[in-house]
């Protein structure tokens, strides 16, 4: 049998290597995208898909609960089941569009600019063939170029075993029966927070997030960060800051989970499920790296250059994208990546590549965006910044919303020039509100470039005005009247 052969062979069909292959078509390419598990990766399945649509689950519950609102639900009840369904559905729905694509490009219907999807382990034989390991077979293929788009996995921690029923990490969460009584969440970065705010937002579970430093989301700002635990505190989540882990014991019916905190004293609490969230590690093992000499950084992610090329990009056909590319593990990132590589093959390119406006979403209770550097990057890097910091209780919309919990944080260099470097915003529809910012961000914006922008009333955005306002001592709301709520502060390394 005649082996087949593509332009492009894309390892992963996460949202690095979907996105990849998808551009592809558009320069008529024949590409063959393989997949060793879910369609869609943990974009869809057990990650950035699933947990959205239980996190907004979740927040709608919450909602329904509340009694401060002149109204109040009878009779709330939730069901695990339920819930599991409905965001199955939600995985489902995405991956039977990505499938009505895949079919619709699919090799037989179409001369060039097809696709042909292949289910098995994807693996290096040389710099031109992968072998295909599925159940009932193994077939080897070629290409003119390939992408590693093979995403991430959970890391593990040692000396604790996932047993997936009730040590569990985050994959394992969508396969749950019920809502545990009590749960202890190991991690608290974004991971650990999000399904921290998802589970104390139902209210069926006694939740527990252990913080080994003593800030959750640790490489935030502290405003950021103590905004974090103290919502999270108030919807019901007991934090164990500085605790470390020393064992979980299974007993028969519960888990007793060991804690060491750092000023010497311990805890033993019973729990009935853990949930480890300490990071994510790249999946290059067993991929046939070294049959194409390729090495990982000391990180254990692929070094990759300016165009996500593993080596010098005229005599390189091995090309790499998303969470094995040691970048920020976003959605977005893995999406820009895998798209600008085709780009950089098939098409011109327009633009560098630039991470310095890539958002990064977190979805607690608020919702909490950060795009650009925040004042501890600032610091690390030596940039005189100023800051201001505008409050949602004085944003008229917020304040209809009866949902003042919020702020923004805007930074611009300190230097003459104000450009833009960063915002932190927290509150109700701040995934929205960082776009502007990151706009900016990218058009290396200035102060003076954005206040002619008027924004509507009224609007959550209006907080961004505002705040930009202040850095000028020309917002409505002054800071001497409102010295909780607006802030204004400046830095300079010490010569
Ligand atoms: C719980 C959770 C929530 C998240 N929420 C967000 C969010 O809200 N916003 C956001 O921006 N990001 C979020 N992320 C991160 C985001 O999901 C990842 O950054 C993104 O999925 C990375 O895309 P990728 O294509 O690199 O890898 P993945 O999505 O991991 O996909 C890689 C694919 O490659 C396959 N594969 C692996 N090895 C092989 C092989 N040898 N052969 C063939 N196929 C292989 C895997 O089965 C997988 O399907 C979340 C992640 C998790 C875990
Ligand atoms: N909304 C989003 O954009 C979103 C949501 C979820 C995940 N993600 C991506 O997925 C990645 C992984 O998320 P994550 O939360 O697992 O990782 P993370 O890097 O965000 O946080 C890991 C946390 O675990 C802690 N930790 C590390 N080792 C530990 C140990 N031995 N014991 C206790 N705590 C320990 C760290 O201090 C940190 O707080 C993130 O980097 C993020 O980019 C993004």
Redesign the pocket.
């Known amino acids: 049998m005649s082996i087949e052969k593509y332009d492009l062979v894309v390892l992963g069909s996460g949202p690095a290597g979907f996105s990849a292959a998808m551009r592809a078509i558009d320069f008529n390419k024949s590409v063959c995208l393989i997949e060793a598990n879910h369609l869609g990766g943990a974009g869809i399945m057990n990650g950035a898909l699933t947990s959205k649509a239980m996190w907004e689950l979740s927040r709608d519950f919450s909602i329904a609960s509340s009694v401060m609102r002149g109204y109040r639900a009878s009779g709330l009840n939730v069901d695990y089941k339920k819930v599991q369904q409905t965001v199955i559905q939600a995985a489902k729905q995405k991956q039977l569009q990505m499938l009505s694509q895949i079919e619709t490009y699919s090799k037989t219907a179409e001369k060039c600019g097809n696709i042909t999807l292949k289910y098995g382990w994807g693996k290096f034989i040389d710099s031109h063939t992968v072998e295909i390991i599925s159940k009932d077979k193994t077939e080897q293929i070629k290409g003119d170029n390939f992408i590693i788009a093979t995403g991430s996995r959970p890391r593990p921690?040692p000396d604790v075993e996932i047993d997936n029923e009730r040590i569990i990490d985050s994959e394992g969460i969508i396969k749950l029966k019920e809502f545990p009584e009590r749960m202890i969440i190991?991690?608290?970065?974004?991971?650990?927070c999000?399904y921290a705010t998802i589970f104390s937002n139902y209210s069926q579970t006694e939740v527990h997030l252990?913080d080994?430093?003593h800030k959750v989301i640790?490489y935030e700002d502290d405003d950021l960060s103590n905004f974090v635990s103290k919502n999270l505190e108030s919807n019901g989540v007991t934090i164990h800051h500085t605790a470390n882990?020393r064992t979980i014991r299974k007993r028969p019916d519960f888990l007793e989970v060991v804690l060491d905190y750092q000023d010497g004293h311990s805890t033993v609490l019973e729990v009935d499920v853990a949930i480890v969230?300490?990071?994510?590690m790249p999946n290059l093992d067993n991929i046939g790296l070294e049959n194409v000499g390729i090495s990982t950084t000391n990180r254990g992610f692929l070094d990759i250059n300016e165009v996500c090329a593993t080596d010098n990009f005229q005599s390189c056909n091995i090309f790499a994208a998303g969470d094995v590319s040691g970048h920020?593990?976003?959605y977005s990132v893995a999406e820009l990546q895998g798209r600008y590589i085709v780009e950089a093959l098939y098409g011109n390119l327009e633009y560098p590549l630039d991470y310095s406006n890539m958002s990064?979403?977190?979805?607690f209770k608020p919702e909490v965006a950060a795009v650009g550097l925040n004042e501890k990057a600032c610091r690390k890097k030596g940039i005189p910044y100023k800051v201001a910091i505008y409050s949602n209780s004085l944003v008229n919309r917020a304040v209809a919303m009866r949902a003042t919990d919020g702020f923004v944080k805007i930074i611009v260099s300190d230097d003459g020039k104000d450009r833009i470097l960063g915002m932190r915003a927290a509150g109700p529809q701040a995934s929205t509100l960082i776009t502007s910012i990151a706009y900016q961000i990218t058009q290396k914006g200035t102060l003076k470039d954005i206040r002619q922008n008027v924004h509507p009333h009224p609007s959550i955005s209006e907080g961004i005005q505002e705040c930009l306002r202040v850095f000028e001592g020309k917002s409505i709301y002054k800071p001497k009247a409102f010295p909780d709520l607006i802030k204004l502060d400046t830095w300079k390394p010490e010569s």
């Open positions: 921690l190991i991690g608290s970065g974004i991971i650990g999000e252990l080994r430093q640790p882990l969230a300490i990071g994510r920020a593990q976003l990064t979403l977190m979805f």
